[in-house]
């Protein structure tokens, strides 16, 4: 893996967007930058920028990816934002990046629910190391008014390898109706 150096930026010069199908192989490159993130083939990030653009959002500083989520509504809960991935470039963490791209994506998809339906949950996995993402999720169900129920979702033994730690199930709602 390469080290990547970026200056400071204001949040002036941040822009969020949906990612096009150009951005697959920048995000599957940040994504390489972000552990413990599980880092999936370059044709996976191509198809979420293709198929699931909607859902899915990236940060660009001077024309560079430097965050992004992928989420996706599930085929049979489609009241339901399942977040798949958060990353946000090392050099960019703690400034809150992550916190406005979700802010951002949870605007886009009330704003665009097909027919008016409401949103009625944010779902994501977390593994029970992973301080940083439960904090990420704490915070944004505190900032939107939300109740969190968590539980085990995928047991390390569901992996099959050995190597990879269980997830939890993070759900966030009821989401509030807008008027
Ligand atoms: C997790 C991650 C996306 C957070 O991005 P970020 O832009 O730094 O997050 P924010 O600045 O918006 O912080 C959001 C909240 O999380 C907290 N937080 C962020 N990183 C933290 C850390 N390493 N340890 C503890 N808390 C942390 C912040 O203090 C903030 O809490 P607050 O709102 O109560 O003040 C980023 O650290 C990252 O890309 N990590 C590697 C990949 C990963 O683990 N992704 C999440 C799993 S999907």
Redesign the pocket.
Known sequence: MTARVLTPVSPRQIVLRMPARRDGAALHDLIAH?P??DLNSRYAYLLLCDHHADTCVVAEVDGRIVGAITAYFPPTRPDTLFVW????DPSM???????QMLDSLIERCIANRPGGQPLRAVE?TISPS????R??FT?FAVRHGVEIVAGLHFSAADFGNGEHEEEWLYRLGPWPVRA
């Open positions: 972000c413990p993130l991935q958060v990353a946000v963490q703690g400034q809150r990046l992550a916190s994501a992973n301080i940083a993402s904090k990420l915070s």
